[in-house]
């Protein structure tokens, strides 16, 4: 079998990471041949044209053919994956708020299309930012598509939450299960481990040993871990100098292979358009505890949400009610 995957923004850093990593058989596995076709802006061609050539240099045996272009007519005609990372990232001080703008007006013509050309099994997951609001306009602009096809990656905040209470409590990253990701990939959403286990253990419960008691491992939780695990990408524009583009291309790479082939090890986090649940306004695209069955995402039902966990579930949405008010006067919806 052969699988068409497409990249937007390919000759950019989180393209760059992808790339190599999919022709290598991480996302699809190693009996599944790709073909690939990478969307840039003019301006971007040289980048991604040079990416192919050394995809060429890596003599991938599961790489049948490459394919560089600035027309999305031709890069997600016939595609069954489409990375919607092509857009502007954040620089030091800017917030996602500040890019609606800025990338909004890419995503309406690439869910046109898509709606036009993509095969009938396609799976999109939006990696530029502002994410959730870019796959809520690519959907709205490609009525043929289920909606639920189109998602955002909140991967990477699951995952640093993940590694964070890896690090903390001193188990492999594999042992952590079951935390959740709310809302937006922003610095609104909520890093949940309420349900979250370590060894058949609840997280909340470790952490209240660790801490010595329930009320300082709740102040750790709102003091330490969800503003480190939300503002994460922060930290790392600080440091490095420039935003995540390996753990991005890691975390995109860990949502669509467990999309196609199905979650182990718990469930994880997914942002897709809300069905209602969990009180999140039908149709906006927020983050879910999510599992893959059957290839298709399915929202985690029916947890109990206490008061430290409903406020704040509720001030993420409200941000993505505001962005979609945002990008509607902005005449983008
Ligand atoms: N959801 C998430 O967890 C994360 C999202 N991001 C976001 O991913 C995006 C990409 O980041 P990087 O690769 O580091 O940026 P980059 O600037 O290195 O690459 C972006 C590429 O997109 C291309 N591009 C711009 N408009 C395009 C269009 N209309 N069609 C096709 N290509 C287009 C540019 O020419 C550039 O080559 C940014 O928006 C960034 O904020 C980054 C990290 C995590
Ligand atoms: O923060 C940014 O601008 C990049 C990003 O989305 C992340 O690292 O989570």
Same mark, same amino acid.
């Given at each position: 079998?052969?699988?068409?995957?497409?990249?937007?923004?390919?000759?950019?850093?989180?393209?760059?990471?992808?790339?190599?990593?999919?022709?290598?058989?991480?996302?699809?596995?190693?009996?599944?041949?790709?073909?690939?076709?990478?969307?840039?802006?003019?301006?971007?061609?040289?980048?991604?044209?040079?990416?192919?050539?050394?995809?060429?240099?890596?003599?991938?045996?599961?790489?049948?053919?490459?394919?560089?272009?600035?027309?999305?007519?031709?890069?997600?005609?016939?595609?069954?994956?489409?990375?919607?990372?092509?857009?502007?990232?954040?620089?030091?001080?800017?917030?996602?708020?500040?890019?609606?703008?800025?990338?909004?007006?890419?995503?309406?013509?690439?869910?046109?299309?898509?709606?036009?050309?993509?095969?009938?099994?396609?799976?999109?997951?939006?990696?530029?930012?502002?994410?959730?609001?870019?796959?809520?306009?690519?959907?709205?602009?490609?009525?043929?598509?289920?909606?639920?096809?189109?998602?955002?990656?909140?991967?990477?905040?699951?995952?640093?939450?993940?590694?964070?209470?890896?690090?903390?409590?001193?188990?492999?990253?594999?042992?952590?299960?079951?935390?959740?990701?709310?809302?937006?990939?922003?610095?609104?959403?909520?890093?949940?481990?309420?349900?979250?286990?370590?060894?058949?253990?609840?997280?909340?419960?470790?952490? =209240?040993?660790?801490?010595?008691?329930?009320?300082?491992?709740? =102040?750790?939780?709102?003091?330490?871990?969800?503003?480190?695990?939300?503002?994460?990408?922060?930290?790392?524009?600080?440091?490095?100098?420039?935003?995540?583009?390996?753990?991005?291309?890691?975390?995109?790479?860990?949502?669509?292979?467990?999309?196609?082939?199905?979650?182990?090890?718990?469930?994880?986090?997914?942002?897709?358009?809300?069905?209602?649940?969990?009180?999140?306004?039908?149709?906006?695209?927020?983050?879910?505890?999510?599992?893959?069955?059957?290839? =298709?995402?399915?929202?985690?039902?029916?947890?109990?949400?206490?008061?430290?966990?409903?406020?704040?579930?509720?001030?993420?949405?409200?941000?993505?009610?505001?962005?979609?008010?945002?990008?509607?006067?902005?005449?983008?919806?």
């Amino acid at each position: 079998m052969t699988t068409t995957i497409t990249i937007t923004g390919a000759g950019g850093q989180i393209g760059y990471a992808l790339l190599f990593r999919i022709a290598a058989g991480d996302l699809l596995g190693p009996d599944e041949r790709v073909r690939l076709k990478l969307l840039e802006i003019p301006q971007g061609l040289r980048g991604a044209e040079g990416a192919a050539l050394e995809l060429q240099d890596g003599a991938f045996g599961l790489l049948e053919s490459v394919d560089v272009t600035d027309d999305a007519g031709v890069a997600f005609d016939g595609t069954n994956i489409a990375f919607l990372v092509g857009s502007r990232p954040r620089t030091a001080g800017m917030e996602r708020g500040d890019l609606l703008a800025a990338n909004g007006g890419i995503f309406g013509p690439q869910g046109q299309a898509l709606n036009a050309g993509a095969a009938d099994d396609v799976r999109i997951v939006v990696v530029g930012n502002p994410a959730n609001t870019n796959a809520l306009i690519a959907a709205a602009h490609a009525p043929d598509i289920p909606s639920e096809r189109f998602t955002a990656l909140t991967r990477l905040d699951h995952n640093r939450a993940v590694g964070q209470l890896s690090t903390l409590l001193g188990v492999p990253a594999s042992e952590v299960r079951d935390v959740t990701i709310w809302g937006n990939h922003s610095a609104t959403q909520f890093p949940d481990v309420a349900h979250a286990t370590v060894g058949g253990r609840g997280v909340p419960e470790l952490l =209240a040993e660790r801490f010595g008691g329930e009320v300082a491992a709740r =102040a750790w939780l709102a003091d330490e871990f969800i503003p480190r695990v939300a503002k994460r990408g922060a930290e790392i524009i600080e440091v490095r100098g420039s935003s995540s583009v390996a753990s991005a291309a890691n975390a995109a790479i860990d949502h669509v292979r467990d999309w196609v082939h199905g979650t182990q090890n718990g469930w994880t986090s997914v942002a897709l358009p809300s069905d209602g649940s969990y009180d999140v306004p039908a149709g906006l695209v927020s983050s879910f505890p999510a599992r893959s069955v059957d290839g =298709a995402w399915q929202i985690v039902r029916d947890l109990d949400l206490d008061d430290f966990a409903a406020p704040r579930i509720a001030a993420s949405v409200a941000e993505l009610v505001e962005e979609r008010e945002a990008v509607r006067t902005l005449g983008l919806l």
